[in-house]
């Protein structure tokens, strides 16, 4: 009974210090959410609306101008003015409709009857415009088209443009109205955590301090054995003579200090492996053919009285090996893979000059992203010696690296002899 009682009241401490809290914050986060909603539509409608409010008027009037200074329809004067002079305006109208239609609804019932209103003159402007660019087709009419542009088209832009400035205005107001209703319901909230963390701290530290008398002494010889345990001393242990759930507590600690011991000789012997396992990796990675190869290659460069491209190899040979090894890391830039191959190449390409040439083409911006150590050189490594050492004649080894979505791409291609 006593270690039911005492798990009933451990579960009990935990509901009262976690109910209140989880309901505070649930309705916390629940006016969040709806506030963040209510701010992000209005910013979004305001940033919907704004692209048109200064753009529409000037484009939608010059472009129209422009059909009747040069007597020609919209579709052809796209042909005779420079694109960026030209704006459609009935793609730009069409456009505009498209926006305010998703805006309805999303916006409140005040400017729901002002997106009626644009959509209004939206129509009446195609109309006109259509009107005008017909009439600018017909020799002799300039004067009358100038009438129109002025008493209708221009007119009608303006008024578009004030009533999407109008919309603009009242969002914004709705936005300073959220505003203070956010700075009041926040303000109810402070007073509501006031007081729902003091019934809290109150009830909380009455009802723990009836709890923790009961495993006062247990736990502190727990604690106790913990502190000789971080000091290293696993031959410590737990009475598990205890009336309550505590004493499984004990037998558990003292299960785990044996095992402890236990793991702290194998995991010292499991290390001890691992170091050689890696050591023995990191030389595998390393082809000794090659550094051989290259070895021989800078002594009859010296030897032939060119120092210059013994040095040259040498330092590539040095780039090579510092990004094999790279400190240990298991992941390096794309910069410093392409280093590496680049370093490997010159090398090869020193040593094979009369059968091999390269290209590198990385695009810049993948050049910071992290890959797999050693990606690239080995699948470099097998062009030569399986593609274009077996052809007759000069081959050469192509490696580009780009994004492509969330991917990167490389491709290492050879015009060697091919495989089936």
Same mark, same amino acid.
């Given at each position: ?38 701010? =992000? ?101 300039? =004067? ?277």
């Amino acid at each position: 009974m006593k270690r039911r009682s005492l798990l009933h009241r451990l579960r009990l401490n935990n509901m009262v210090s976690t109910v209140p809290v989880v309901v505070f914050f649930g309705i916390m986060l629940f006016s969040l959410v709806s506030t963040t909603l209510s701010y =992000d539509r209005i910013v979004r409608n305001i940033t919907e609306a704004n692209r048109y409010s200064v753009r529409f008027k000037e484009q939608i009037d010059h472009t129209m101008y422009l059909v009747v200074a040069n007597a020609c329809s919209v579709e052809n004067l796209k042909k005779k003015v420079a694109y960026e002079e030209t704006t459609d305006p009935y793609e730009l109208i069409n456009e505009t409709r498209n926006v305010f239609v998703d805006l309805r609804d999303i916006s409140n019932a005040e400017n729901m009857r002002r997106i009626r209103v644009i959509h209004q003159d939206l129509d009446n402007l195609e109309k006109v415009c259509r009107k005008v660019e017909q009439s600018a087709q017909v020799y002799g009419h300039y =004067d009358e088209n100038m009438r129109l542009l002025d008493l209708n088209v221009y007119i009608l832009t303006e008024l578009i443009q004030e009533q999407i400035q109008e919309y603009i205005f009242y969002e914004a107001q709705s936005m300073e109205t959220l505003r203070q209703n956010l700075y009041h319901r926040t303000f109810q909230f402070v007073l509501l955590f006031v007081a729902v963390f003091a019934s809290y701290m109150l009830f909380s530290a009455w009802y723990s301090h009836n709890v923790l008398s009961k495993v006062k002494k247990p736990i502190g010889e727990i604690v106790v054995a913990a502190q000789a345990i971080g000091r290293g001393d696993f031959s410590v242990r737990l009475s598990e003579e205890y009336d309550n759930e505590l004493s499984v507590l004990a037998a558990s600690f003292n299960q785990m200090t044996e095992e402890i011991q236990a793991l702290i000789k194998t995991t010292t012997k499991e290390q001890e492996n691992l170091r050689s396992y890696e050591l023995k990796l990191y030389q595998a990675q390393i082809n000794p053919h090659f550094l051989y190869n290259t070895l021989d290659t800078i002594v009859a460069l010296v030897e032939s009285g060119m120092p210059g491209d013994a040095v040259r190899m040498i330092t590539y040979l040095s780039d090579f090996f510092r990004t094999t090894l790279s400190s240990g890391r298991d992941y390096i830039t794309v910069q410093e893979e392409k280093r590496h191959v680049e370093s490997y190449l010159e090398i090869q390409e020193m040593r094979y000059q009369d059968i091999l040439s390269y290209s590198l083409d990385f695009d810049h911006d993948i050049l910071g992203y992290s890959i797999l150590k050693l990606t690239l050189q080995p699948l470099v490594e097998n062009a030569l010696y399986h593609g274009i050492k077996e052809k007759r004649g000069k081959g050469k080894i192509t490696i580009t690296g780009c994004k492509e979505g969330d991917d990167l791409l490389f491709v290492i291609s050879d015009n060697g002899i091919g495989m089936t």
